[in-house]
C-alpha cells in the first residue's frame, strides 16, 4: 500500500532534549516536506526536500533541521525543543513537488513541556 | 504580504444541499490551486488540482473554480452527506517552478441528516 509513514504518532518530551521524528514513504517519490498545524494558521511549511540531498527552508525553519540521506527517508530534528514548538507535524511526499499531489502522513502531535 | 483566506467561520449544512466554500488570496500569481480534506487528528487527502488556465474541474459531486481575476477560488460540494463532514483546505503554488505549498487555514463542514 503506497504511504507516508510517520513516528512516533505522539510525543510528550521537556524543554531541550532533543528529538528525531521519522518519516519514511515508500513511493519512490523525489520530493518530501514538513509541515505544521496550528490551530487558526493552517499548515505552515517548514523544510522541504527535491531530492537526496537537497533540502531547503520553508515558511517557518527556526528551531529545526533535516536530512536526506536516501530517498525514502526524511526525518525532522528538533535539537532543542522549546514549547513554542509544541504543534501537529505532517510528513507529505509527491513525485516531484511541482504541482504534484501531497500524500500526508498520519501526523505526530508533540508536546514540549 | 501573501495571504490565503478560507471562510472564516464553519458551515453547517441539511443533507442533499451544497456546499460552498471560498478560497481568496492576495499578492500570489499561482500556477495551480489544489484543494484537500483533513478530517479530525488524520493527514490531509487530496481532491482537486485546477490550473490557472482552467475555469472549472469536477470530480463526482465535487466542483472547483478558479477565477484569477478576482483571485478567488470557489469549492462545491453538491447533494451533501453527512459523510462530506470534514474540514477543506485550500492550497496553492505560486509558480510552476515553485516548490512552496501554501494551504489556507481551512473551513470546517458539517453536514446535518
Redesign the interface.
Known amino acids: 500500500e503506497a504511504q507516508?509513514t510517520q513516528n512516533p504518532r505522539y510525543l510528550i518530551t521537556v524543554t531541550g532534549k532533543k528529538l528525531t521524528v521519522t518519516c519514511s514513504q515508500n513511493m519512490n517519490h523525489e520530493?518530501m516536506?514538513w509541515?505544521r498545524q496550528d490551530p487558526?494558521?493552517?499548515?505552515?511549511?517548514i523544510y522541504?526536500s527535491?531530492n537526496v540531498e537537497a533540502t531547503?527552508k520553508?515558511?517557518v525553519p527556526e528551531g529545526y533541521k533535516v536530512s536526506r540521506k536516501e530517498k525514502r527517508n526524511f526525518p525532522l530534528i528538533l535539537e532543542s525543543p522549546s514549547p513554542n514548538q509544541t504543534s501537529l507535524y505532517?510528513c507529505?511526499s509527491s513525485q516531484t513537488?511541482?504541482?504534484e499531489?501531497?500524500?500526508?502522513?498520519?501526523?505526530t502531535q508533540l508536546s514540549v513541556l | 504580504s501573501q495571504k490565503?483566506e478560507q471562510n472564516s467561520e464553519a458551515l453547517n449544512i441539511q443533507e442533499g444541499k451544497t456546499a460552498t466554500l471560498t478560497c481568496n488570496y492576495t499578492n500570489y500569481s499561482p500556477?495551480?490551486l489544489?484543494w484537500?480534506r483533513q478530517d479530525p487528528?488524520?493527514?490531509?487527502?487530496?481532491l482537486l488540482?485546477i490550473?490557472e488556465n482552467e475555469k472549472e474541474k469536477r470530480k463526482e459531486r465535487l466542483k472547483v473554480t478558479f477565477d484569477t481575476t478576482l483571485k478567488q477560488s470557489l469549492f462545491h460540494i453538491t447533494a451533501s452527506q453527512p459523510a462530506d463532514s470534514a474540514t477543506y483546505?485550500c492550497?496553492l503554488?505560486p509558480s510552476?517552478?515553485?516548490?512552496?505549498?501554501?494551504?489556507?487555514?481551512?473551513t470546517t463542514v458539517t453536514v446535518r441528516a
Open positions: 507516508v520530493y516536506s509541515y487558526g494558521l493552517g499548515l505552515r511549511q522541504y527535491m531547503d520553508g515558511d505532517f507529505a513537488g511541482l504541482s499531489k501531497l500524500f500526508f502522513g498520519s501526523g | 490565503i500556477a495551480y489544489q484537500y487528528g488524520r493527514g490531509p487527502v487530496f488540482l490550473r483546505l492550497a503554488l510552476p517552478l515553485d516548490y512552496k505549498l501554501s494551504f489556507g487555514a481551512g
